[in-house]
Protein backbone atom coordinates (compact mmCIF):
# COMPACT_ATOMS: atom_id res chain seq x y z
CA UNK A 1 0.00 0.00 0.00
CA UNK A 2 2.61 2.22 0.96
CA UNK A 3 4.65 1.67 -2.14
CA UNK A 4 2.01 2.46 -4.62
CA UNK A 5 1.02 5.72 -2.59
CA UNK A 6 4.72 6.60 -3.30
CA UNK A 7 4.91 5.15 -6.24
CA UNK A 8 2.17 7.18 -7.55
CA UNK A 9 3.20 10.17 -6.06
CA UNK A 10 6.66 10.05 -8.04
CA UNK A 11 5.04 10.07 -10.99
CA UNK A 12 3.49 13.36 -10.68
CA UNK A 13 4.94 15.75 -12.35
CA UNK A 14 7.15 17.88 -9.86
CA UNK A 15 6.62 22.13 -9.94
CA UNK A 16 10.35 22.13 -8.39
CA UNK A 17 12.02 19.92 -10.72
CA UNK A 18 14.00 21.04 -13.23
CA UNK A 19 13.86 18.12 -16.07
CA UNK A 20 9.84 17.81 -15.20
CA UNK A 21 9.69 21.31 -16.48
CA UNK A 22 12.14 20.76 -19.79
CA UNK A 23 9.18 17.91 -20.35
CA UNK A 24 6.71 20.31 -19.56
CA UNK A 25 8.18 22.75 -22.06
CA UNK A 26 8.50 25.47 -19.24
CA UNK A 27 12.42 25.50 -19.92
CA UNK A 28 13.63 25.41 -23.07
CA UNK A 29 16.12 22.49 -23.54
CA UNK A 30 17.42 21.15 -27.26
CA UNK A 31 15.17 17.97 -27.97
CA UNK A 32 16.67 15.47 -29.82
CA UNK A 33 14.03 12.84 -29.29
CA UNK A 34 10.55 12.00 -27.95
CA UNK A 35 7.34 9.58 -27.47
CA UNK A 36 5.19 9.41 -25.11
CA UNK A 37 7.45 7.78 -22.11
CA UNK A 38 10.80 9.59 -23.08
CA UNK A 39 12.80 12.51 -24.05
CA UNK A 40 15.83 13.40 -24.75
CA UNK A 41 17.35 16.96 -24.98
CA UNK A 42 21.50 18.61 -24.97
CA UNK A 43 23.45 18.75 -21.52
CA UNK A 44 23.52 22.42 -20.70
CA UNK A 45 26.72 22.38 -19.80
CA UNK A 46 28.21 19.40 -22.07
CA UNK A 47 31.40 17.16 -20.85
CA UNK A 48 32.38 16.26 -24.21
CA UNK A 49 31.44 17.50 -27.79
CA UNK A 50 28.10 15.32 -27.69
CA UNK A 51 26.67 15.27 -24.41
CA UNK A 52 22.54 14.19 -24.61
CA UNK A 53 20.25 13.27 -21.20
CA UNK A 54 17.86 11.27 -21.82
CA UNK A 55 14.86 11.19 -19.32
CA UNK A 56 11.78 9.42 -18.46
CA UNK A 57 8.92 12.01 -18.83
CA UNK A 58 7.01 10.90 -15.11
CA UNK A 59 9.39 12.14 -12.39
CA UNK A 60 11.68 9.47 -10.34
CA UNK A 61 14.03 10.90 -8.04
CA UNK A 62 16.70 8.04 -9.03
CA UNK A 63 17.19 4.65 -11.16
CA UNK A 64 16.54 2.97 -7.72
CA UNK A 65 13.09 4.12 -7.80
CA UNK A 66 11.78 2.82 -11.46
CA UNK A 67 9.92 -1.01 -11.14
CA UNK A 68 9.35 -0.75 -14.93
CA UNK A 69 12.23 -2.30 -16.59
CA UNK A 70 10.10 -1.33 -20.48
CA UNK A 71 10.88 2.12 -19.21
CA UNK A 72 14.46 1.18 -18.27
CA UNK A 73 14.91 -0.18 -21.86
CA UNK A 74 13.17 2.82 -23.74
CA UNK A 75 15.53 5.30 -22.16
CA UNK A 76 18.30 3.06 -23.39
CA UNK A 77 16.74 2.22 -26.81
CA UNK A 78 16.05 5.70 -27.61
CA UNK A 79 19.71 6.74 -26.59
CA UNK A 80 20.77 3.94 -29.19
CA UNK A 81 18.97 5.56 -31.78
CA UNK A 82 20.11 9.25 -31.00
CA UNK A 83 23.61 8.23 -30.77
CA UNK A 84 23.42 6.25 -34.86
CA UNK A 85 21.28 9.24 -35.81
CA UNK A 86 23.99 11.63 -35.00
CA UNK A 87 26.71 9.38 -36.05
CA UNK A 88 28.22 8.95 -32.49
CA UNK A 89 30.32 5.58 -32.63
CA UNK A 90 31.56 5.19 -29.37
CA UNK A 91 30.08 6.88 -26.09
CA UNK A 92 29.28 6.31 -23.23
CA UNK A 93 26.16 5.76 -20.96
CA UNK A 94 26.16 7.00 -17.13
CA UNK A 95 23.88 7.49 -14.58
CA UNK A 96 25.13 9.18 -11.72
CA UNK A 97 22.98 7.90 -8.69
CA UNK A 98 23.00 9.61 -5.61
CA UNK A 99 25.11 12.91 -4.03
CA UNK A 100 28.11 11.04 -3.79
CA UNK A 101 28.23 9.27 -7.36
CA UNK A 102 27.76 12.89 -8.44
CA UNK A 103 23.92 12.97 -8.94
CA UNK A 104 23.11 16.69 -8.89
CA UNK A 105 19.27 16.61 -10.47
CA UNK A 106 16.81 14.17 -8.69
CA UNK A 107 15.29 13.67 -11.80
CA UNK A 108 16.56 9.79 -13.38
CA UNK A 109 18.72 10.56 -16.57
CA UNK A 110 20.72 8.79 -18.32
CA UNK A 111 23.75 10.85 -19.33
CA UNK A 112 24.87 10.02 -23.11
CA UNK A 113 28.61 10.99 -23.64
CA UNK A 114 30.22 10.98 -26.91
CA UNK A 115 33.13 12.53 -29.36
CA UNK A 116 36.19 12.44 -27.64
CA UNK A 117 37.99 9.86 -26.04
CA UNK A 118 37.40 9.16 -22.16
CA UNK A 119 39.96 7.09 -19.33
CA UNK A 120 38.83 4.54 -17.17
CA UNK A 121 38.22 4.43 -14.50
CA UNK A 122 35.63 7.15 -14.35
CA UNK A 123 36.15 10.52 -12.07
CA UNK A 124 38.79 10.81 -10.08
CA UNK A 125 42.44 9.49 -11.22
CA UNK A 126 42.03 11.15 -14.81
CA UNK A 127 45.10 13.35 -14.98
CA UNK A 128 46.20 16.23 -16.55
CA UNK A 129 49.57 16.17 -18.74
CA UNK A 130 51.25 18.88 -19.87
CA UNK A 131 54.04 18.88 -22.28
CA UNK A 132 56.30 22.36 -22.74
CA UNK A 133 56.92 21.87 -26.13
CA UNK A 134 59.11 24.78 -25.90
CA UNK A 135 59.75 28.54 -25.30
CA UNK A 136 55.89 29.44 -24.77
CA UNK A 137 53.98 26.25 -26.56
CA UNK A 138 52.36 24.16 -23.68
CA UNK A 139 49.87 20.75 -24.52
CA UNK A 140 47.79 20.21 -22.34
CA UNK A 141 46.32 16.52 -22.43
CA UNK A 142 43.44 14.90 -20.43
CA UNK A 143 39.97 14.90 -21.69
CA UNK A 144 40.68 17.15 -24.06
CA UNK A 145 43.69 18.82 -25.72
CA UNK A 146 44.53 22.36 -25.58
CA UNK A 147 47.66 24.32 -27.19
CA UNK A 148 48.80 27.37 -26.29
CA UNK A 149 50.91 29.36 -28.23
CA UNK A 150 51.60 26.97 -30.55
CA UNK A 151 55.33 28.20 -32.18
CA UNK A 152 56.57 25.14 -33.88
CA UNK A 153 57.64 25.85 -37.23
CA UNK A 154 60.81 28.05 -36.89
CA UNK A 155 61.39 27.26 -33.25
CA UNK A 156 64.77 25.79 -32.70
CA UNK A 157 63.80 24.61 -29.04
CA UNK A 158 60.47 23.32 -30.43
CA UNK A 159 60.22 19.22 -29.85
CA UNK A 160 57.09 18.71 -31.51
CA UNK A 161 56.37 19.83 -35.20
CA UNK A 162 53.06 20.57 -37.27
CA UNK A 163 52.72 17.22 -38.94
CA UNK A 164 52.61 15.52 -35.38
CA UNK A 165 49.91 17.34 -34.38
CA UNK A 166 46.68 15.35 -35.87
CA UNK A 167 43.99 15.77 -32.78
CA UNK A 168 43.40 19.07 -31.15
CA UNK A 169 40.39 20.81 -29.32
CA UNK A 170 41.67 24.26 -28.45
CA UNK A 171 43.82 26.06 -29.85
CA UNK A 172 45.05 29.31 -27.54
CA UNK A 173 47.15 32.71 -28.79
CA UNK A 174 48.04 34.82 -25.64
CA UNK A 175 49.25 37.66 -28.59
CA UNK A 176 49.80 37.73 -32.07
CA UNK A 177 54.11 38.03 -31.99
CA UNK A 178 54.79 35.54 -34.31
CA UNK A 179 56.77 33.59 -31.33
CA UNK A 180 53.17 33.13 -29.50
CA UNK A 181 50.54 32.85 -32.12
CA UNK A 182 52.49 30.79 -34.48
CA UNK A 183 51.04 27.85 -35.77
CA UNK A 184 47.99 28.32 -34.28
CA UNK A 185 45.94 28.99 -37.86
CA UNK A 186 47.17 25.99 -39.78
CA UNK A 187 46.92 23.71 -36.77
CA UNK A 188 42.88 24.86 -36.11
CA UNK A 189 42.77 24.16 -40.13
CA UNK A 190 44.14 20.62 -39.90
CA UNK A 191 42.26 19.73 -36.95
CA UNK A 192 39.31 21.63 -36.54
CA UNK A 193 40.43 22.94 -32.89
CA UNK A 194 38.75 25.77 -31.70
CA UNK A 195 40.67 29.30 -31.94
CA UNK A 196 40.63 31.39 -29.14
CA UNK A 197 41.79 34.85 -28.66
CA UNK A 198 41.77 38.14 -28.27
CA UNK A 199 39.21 40.02 -30.58
CA UNK A 200 40.61 41.55 -33.47
CA UNK A 201 42.93 37.98 -33.61
CA UNK A 202 39.92 35.94 -33.55
CA UNK A 203 38.46 38.42 -36.10
CA UNK A 204 41.68 37.59 -38.29
CA UNK A 205 40.97 33.67 -38.00
CA UNK A 206 37.61 33.96 -38.58
CA UNK A 207 38.53 35.91 -41.71
CA UNK A 208 40.70 33.11 -42.57
CA UNK A 209 37.58 30.27 -42.26
CA UNK A 210 38.29 29.05 -38.82
CA UNK A 211 35.84 28.87 -36.17
CA UNK A 212 36.93 30.87 -33.91
CA UNK A 213 35.57 32.42 -29.74
CA UNK A 214 36.77 35.95 -29.19
CA UNK A 215 37.38 37.61 -25.95
CA UNK A 216 38.76 40.04 -23.94
CA UNK A 217 40.55 40.91 -20.66
CA UNK A 218 37.48 39.59 -17.65
CA UNK A 219 36.06 37.60 -19.67
CA UNK A 220 35.52 33.31 -19.00
CA UNK A 221 34.24 31.10 -21.70
CA UNK A 222 33.49 27.81 -22.00
CA UNK A 223 34.31 26.17 -25.46
CA UNK A 224 34.95 22.09 -26.25
CA UNK A 225 34.19 21.70 -22.57
CA UNK A 226 37.20 23.58 -21.57
CA UNK A 227 37.16 27.15 -19.58
CA UNK A 228 39.07 29.87 -20.39
CA UNK A 229 39.21 33.02 -18.56
CA UNK A 230 41.62 36.19 -20.31
CA UNK A 231 44.15 37.71 -17.61
CA UNK A 232 46.01 40.67 -17.91
CA UNK A 233 49.27 40.70 -18.71
CA UNK A 234 51.89 43.58 -19.54
CA UNK A 235 53.31 43.67 -23.16
CA UNK A 236 52.76 44.95 -26.54
CA UNK A 237 51.31 43.25 -29.51
CA UNK A 238 50.40 44.37 -32.90
CA UNK A 239 46.63 42.93 -33.30
CA UNK A 240 44.42 43.49 -30.47
CA UNK A 241 47.34 46.05 -29.03
CA UNK A 242 47.85 43.97 -26.09
CA UNK A 243 48.79 40.82 -24.91
CA UNK A 244 47.05 38.71 -22.01
CA UNK A 245 47.81 35.71 -19.63
CA UNK A 246 45.05 32.96 -19.85
CA UNK A 247 43.91 30.45 -16.86
CA UNK A 248 42.56 27.30 -18.89
CA UNK A 249 40.54 24.55 -16.63
CA UNK A 250 39.23 21.30 -17.53
CA UNK A 251 39.13 18.01 -15.90
CA UNK A 252 39.30 19.77 -12.26
CA UNK A 253 42.21 21.30 -12.71
CA UNK A 254 43.22 25.03 -13.44
CA UNK A 255 46.40 26.10 -15.56
CA UNK A 256 47.44 29.84 -15.40
CA UNK A 257 49.63 30.71 -18.55
CA UNK A 258 51.32 34.17 -18.14
CA UNK A 259 51.89 34.75 -21.52
CA UNK A 260 54.72 37.35 -22.35
CA UNK A 261 54.34 39.87 -19.82
CA UNK A 262 56.32 42.32 -16.58
CA UNK A 263 55.74 41.79 -12.97
CA UNK A 264 52.30 43.29 -12.27
CA UNK A 265 50.24 43.45 -9.12
CA UNK A 266 47.47 41.82 -10.85
CA UNK A 267 49.04 38.77 -10.43
CA UNK A 268 47.81 38.87 -6.59
CA UNK A 269 44.02 39.37 -8.09
CA UNK A 270 44.52 36.32 -10.63
CA UNK A 271 45.40 34.07 -7.51
CA UNK A 272 43.40 35.31 -5.68
CA UNK A 273 40.30 35.01 -8.34
CA UNK A 274 41.20 31.70 -10.33
CA UNK A 275 43.49 30.17 -7.92
CA UNK A 276 45.38 28.31 -10.57
CA UNK A 277 46.95 25.22 -9.40
CA UNK A 278 49.99 25.37 -11.78
CA UNK A 279 51.69 28.43 -13.48
CA UNK A 280 53.95 28.74 -16.66
CA UNK A 281 55.84 32.15 -15.95
CA UNK A 282 57.96 33.77 -18.82
CA UNK A 283 61.53 34.65 -17.31
CA UNK A 284 63.57 35.67 -20.20
CA UNK A 285 64.88 38.82 -18.70
CA UNK A 286 64.67 40.67 -21.72
CA UNK A 287 61.47 40.76 -23.21
CA UNK A 288 59.49 39.40 -20.19
CA UNK A 289 60.51 39.22 -16.28
CA UNK A 290 63.87 38.70 -15.05
CA UNK A 291 63.90 35.77 -12.76
CA UNK A 292 64.18 38.28 -9.81
CA UNK A 293 60.66 39.65 -10.75
CA UNK A 294 59.09 36.52 -11.57
CA UNK A 295 60.01 35.06 -8.20
CA UNK A 296 57.95 38.08 -6.98
CA UNK A 297 54.70 37.22 -9.45
CA UNK A 298 55.04 33.71 -7.84
CA UNK A 299 54.79 35.39 -3.99
CA UNK A 300 51.89 37.48 -5.45
CA UNK A 301 50.08 34.61 -7.03
CA UNK A 302 50.46 32.31 -4.17
CA UNK A 303 50.03 29.07 -6.36
CA UNK A 304 51.64 25.87 -5.42
CA UNK A 305 53.39 24.74 -8.27
CA UNK A 306 55.58 26.49 -11.42
CA UNK A 307 57.29 25.94 -14.52
CA UNK A 308 59.62 28.68 -16.18
CA UNK A 309 59.38 28.74 -19.73
CA UNK A 310 60.23 31.39 -22.71
CA UNK A 311 64.01 31.49 -21.78
CA UNK A 312 66.64 29.79 -23.85
CA UNK A 313 65.26 29.19 -26.97
CA UNK A 314 67.47 32.14 -29.29
CA UNK A 315 70.59 33.46 -28.00
CA UNK A 316 69.07 36.96 -27.10
CA UNK A 317 66.87 35.06 -24.37
CA UNK A 318 69.30 33.71 -22.12
CA UNK A 319 68.29 33.21 -18.62
CA UNK A 320 68.48 30.88 -15.60
CA UNK A 321 65.51 28.96 -14.05
CA UNK A 322 68.04 28.05 -11.37
CA UNK A 323 68.40 31.40 -10.11
CA UNK A 324 64.36 31.41 -10.48
CA UNK A 325 64.14 28.63 -8.37
CA UNK A 326 66.64 29.91 -5.29
CA UNK A 327 64.89 33.07 -5.20
CA UNK A 328 61.30 31.19 -5.05
CA UNK A 329 62.28 29.23 -2.63
CA UNK A 330 60.08 27.18 -0.30
CA UNK A 331 56.96 29.58 -1.81
CA UNK A 332 56.11 27.58 -4.19
CA UNK A 333 57.37 23.77 -5.82
CA UNK A 334 59.76 25.11 -8.63
CA UNK A 335 59.25 22.84 -11.99
CA UNK A 336 62.26 22.85 -14.04
CA UNK A 337 61.72 21.18 -17.71
CA UNK A 338 63.52 21.23 -20.66
CA UNK A 339 61.44 21.41 -24.02
CA UNK A 340 59.37 18.19 -24.91
CA UNK A 341 58.84 17.23 -20.78
CA UNK A 342 55.85 16.28 -19.36
CA UNK A 343 54.45 16.79 -15.79
CA UNK A 344 50.78 15.43 -14.83
CA UNK A 345 48.83 16.70 -12.44
P1 LIG B 1 23.94 14.70 -12.70
O1 LIG B 1 25.11 15.40 -12.12
O2 LIG B 1 22.72 14.83 -11.84
O3 LIG B 1 24.22 13.29 -13.14
O4 LIG B 1 23.63 15.43 -14.06
C1 LIG B 1 22.77 16.54 -14.18
C2 LIG B 1 23.03 17.12 -15.54
O5 LIG B 1 21.98 18.01 -15.86
C3 LIG B 1 24.31 17.93 -15.59
O6 LIG B 1 25.18 17.39 -16.58
C4 LIG B 1 23.85 19.34 -15.92
O7 LIG B 1 24.72 20.00 -16.78
C5 LIG B 1 22.49 19.09 -16.56
N1 LIG B 1 21.55 20.20 -16.37
C6 LIG B 1 21.27 20.83 -15.21
N2 LIG B 1 20.33 21.77 -15.42
C7 LIG B 1 20.02 21.72 -16.74
C8 LIG B 1 19.09 22.47 -17.55
O8 LIG B 1 18.40 23.35 -17.10
N3 LIG B 1 19.04 22.14 -18.86
C9 LIG B 1 19.82 21.15 -19.41
N4 LIG B 1 19.70 20.90 -20.71
N5 LIG B 1 20.69 20.42 -18.67
C10 LIG B 1 20.78 20.70 -17.35
ZN1 LIG C 1 11.17 15.63 -12.32
Known amino acids: MVLALTSALSRCNMSDCIFCMIGAGDIPAELLYEDEKVLAFRDVNPQGPF ?204 VYHAGDTGLTMDMSLIGEMYEPDIAFLPIDGRFTMTPRLAAKAVELLKVPKVVPIHFDTFPAIKSSPEEFKNLVGNKSDVIILTPGETIEL
Not at 56 to 74: M, V
Not at 138 to 152: A, Q, T, W
Not at 200 to 216: T, V, W
Open 51 to 254: HILIIPRDHYPSIKEIRDECLIGQMFNAGNRIAEENKIKDFRYIINTGEDAGQTVFHVHLHLIGGRKMTWPPGEGEKMKIKWIGHSALLLEGSRKVLIDPFLTGDPAATVSIDDVTECDVVIATHDHGDHLGDSFEICRRTGAVFVSLYEISEQAEKEGLSAEMMNVGGTIETNSVKISMVPALHSATLGGTAVGVVVEFDGIS
